[in-house]
């Protein structure tokens, strides 16, 4: 006997309807993920099943081109989007989104994530969250093997097309052009994002692909990753995308002639027809309304402050909690052999799933109030928060008096374990720290701009840098970290969180902090990254002193080339890209809050040698960490040893 679930029927009858399709979609490539694998017959295969229906039957129902649907919870839940291209009707969206979704099993069987792209459609899907974040990685290209006559000219008025068409796309995710090229060619060009992406995170990827686009001057192109696309050829590929006039207002139809009465079969069939069609209507009205009125609620609770007072409970990521005898096993009891370090909030542990996936369990401290605030901060803040640079929470736990957090496993542990270490930081050379460097100023550049919060880490530093297997940094712990609105700039408070050395001097004494407070601590960061030493550790001969100051002295005395660390002197990498991080380093620790560029400000001097640097003013001083009567602490991936944390209690009454 065959059982066969509600949900394998639909997906049945969406291939049904898929293969009846006369055309098939143009194929091009897919890639199966490297996440893992499920086992047949298990609840992720069921999910997958149930999300892919839903997506062809949804696109059967919609004109929108652009469709999403997550099935399951936990670690069987399943998340899918299909993205149609802008410029294809809605018939052949369908029809690609139906062949898709027959063909993406078959060609990753078992595959716990997978990317399907065709020339109409992308198909992606996976365990992990696919909204609101940039996926860059595979990237693919395919190209003409003719090329222009005029090179140079023909690269040039490329690249006008597409900067152009950059800037269309990064506010309405698509866009299409030409341009005269050499010879009396005509270029025709066409890029597409993610519609969930936001604008910044669009102009990137784009950067990415432009950035791939070859110099030989080849005709023609196509260029993808998951998140957006772009091509171009000598002849026009695209279709002109022309609104599309309301249908006129349908007209009463006038009675039938006595001589042809309806008979009683015609009146029941048009009863039955009226009464799905209001019923239907009812159904998705109330859809629509259940989703905005949960979407406001959801933004009511997001939106409180995390900090000094109203954190709310964590109702809103329920979906994220996992089970306390799962975790359990995974950890092995959270047997000292998998603790991977211990903190003042708790000690945490490296755990591996049944289906193989590693991740890392932070176990908060039992009766710690404190700790407990800054686990509700963890949930509620960075289940928010989508980017390649910042640790992904996976999920959360709460049993009685444990508490605990999931997150994904970084096998590189931490970027103080690898730069403070006199043998083990020959592993990065400048390539890698350099790599290291721009990618924590994007990650706390989406905090404070990019992403749909506004958020100061207030805590930023290299025990706080986690490094994944290809050296890539993800910004970790944001138990101290501080949600601002959009429209506020700078807050205070009486309760001072952080580590001295990193600490801005205006938050230090005042508790005043800003998104300005994050640049000084970066500051701090890239000069210790530049130098593989700790500011406030310095070892200037048989001397210590900090580093701030050391690296200004010989700035101003043009010796900066002391400050970088002796490993990379005698090493192949840009001397010149190390002086200007230094000077990038000294413009972010100026004592004058006014004075220090923003995060968007950094990463522009990163990225472009062209732009002249301003003159840096002397560096805030340094505070050493000789507080009396205070409460150390360290957060989240830290260890024991590295107690800098200090919790300073100005006003008894907070």
């Known amino acids: 006997m065959v059982v066969t679930s509600p949900g394998m029927l639909v997906f049945a009858f969406c291939v049904f309807v898929g293969s009846i399709s006369v055309t098939w979609s143009k194929y091009i490539i897919h890639s199966c993920g490297t996440s893992g694998n499920y086992t047949n017959n298990s609840t992720y295969e069921k999910n997958l099943d149930r999300a892919l229906a839903t997506l062809a039957t949804t696109a059967n129902l919609s004109n929108s081109g652009f469709y999403n649907a997550s099935v399951g919870e936990n670690l069987d839940r399943v998340n899918t989007l299909v993205l149609c291209r802008n410029d294809i009707l809605p018939d052949v969206c369908r029809r690609c989104v139906n062949d898709s979704v027959n063909r993406i099993r078959e060609l990753c069987p078992n595959q716990n994530e997978a990317v399907e792209w065709y020339d109409e459609c992308t198909l992606r899907y996976s365990n992990r969250f696919l909204l609101n974040k940039v996926e860059t990685e595979p990237i693919w290209s395919y190209f003409n093997s003719n090329n222009a006559t005029d090179v140079p000219q023909f690269n040039q008025d490329l690249r006008k097309l597409f900067d152009n068409l ?97 008979g009683k079969n015609n009146n029941t069939i048009r009863t039955v027809i009226i009464s799905a069609v209001v019923i239907s209507g009812v159904i998705i009205l109330l859809l629509v309304m259940f989703c905005v009125l949960r979407r406001k609620t959801k933004h009511r609770l997001i939106t409180g402050r995390l900090q000094d007072g109203s954190v709310g409970d964590i109702s809103s990521v329920e979906s994220l909690q996992y089970d306390f005898s799962t975790v359990e096993f995974a950890t092995n009891k959270f047997s000292d052999s998998n603790k991977l370090g211990q903190g003042g909030f708790g000690a945490v542990y490296k755990g591996t799933f049944e289906n193989g996936q590693e991740v890392a369990v932070k176990r908060l401290s039992r009766g710690s109030v404190q700790g407990e605030q800054e686990f509700k ?228 001097m990163l990225n472009s040698f062209s732009l002249t640097l301003q003159v840096p003013s002397e560096p805030a001083f340094f505070m050493q960490s000789n507080v009396t009567n205070s409460n150390f602490e360290v957060p989240l991936f830290s260890d024991s040893v590295n107690s800098g944390v200090i919790n300073v209690n100005k006003d008894s009454t907070h």
């Open 166 to 262: 950059k800037v269309q796309a990064s506010q309405e995710k698509f866009a299409t052009g030409n341009i005269s090229g050499p010879d009396l060619l005509t270029i025709y060009g066409l890029v597409q994002c993610s519609p969930d992406l936001s604008s910044t995170q669009c102009n990137d990827c784009l950067d990415i692909l432009i950035g791939e686009l070859s110099s030989s001057g080849t005709i023609g192109m196509q260029i993808f990753n998951p998140s957006c696309k772009l091509i171009y050829e000598l002849t026009r590929f695209f279709n002109e995308i022309t609104p599309v006039d309301p249908p006129p207002p349908m007209q009463q139809l006038p009675p039938p002639p006595p001589s042809m009465p309806p």
């Open 377 to 604: 901060n963890e949930i509620l803040l960075v289940a928010q928060l989508q980017h390649r640079n910042l640790v992904r929470l996976l999920g959360f736990c709460l049993k009685g008096t444990e508490r605990l957090l999931i997150y994904e496993f970084v096998p590189n542990a931490s970027l103080d374990h690898l730069i403070f270490d006199p043998v083990k930081r020959s592993i990065l050379d400048w390539e890698r720290r350099y790599k290291i460097i721009g990618g924590i100023a994007r990650g706390i550049l989406y905090l404070h701009e990019d992403s749909r919060l506004r958020i100061i880490h207030r805590d930023l530093k290299a025990g706080n840098v986690l490094l994944d297997g290809e050296m890539n940094p993800k910004i970790a712990d944001f138990g101290m970290a501080r949600l601002f609105n959009l429209d506020e700039t700078q807050g205070i408070t009486n309760r001072i969180v952080g580590t001295y050395g990193y600490m801005a001097p205006e938050y230090a004494l005042y508790g005043q902090f800003s998104v300005k407070s994050d640049v000084f601590s970066f500051g701090v960061l890239l000069l210790e990254i530049v130098s593989g030493q700790k500011n406030h550790s310095f070892q200037n001969g048989e001397s210590l002193g900090d580093l701030a100051s050391f690296a200004w002295k010989n700035w101003r005395e043009g010796t900066a080339s002391n400050v970088i660390d002796p490993i990379l002197r005698n090493s192949s990498g840009s001397i010149h890209e190390m002086m200007r991080c230094i000077h990038i380093g000294l413009l972010c620790v100026q004592e004058d809050v006014r004075d220090r560029p923003t995060m968007a400000s950094v990463v522009l």
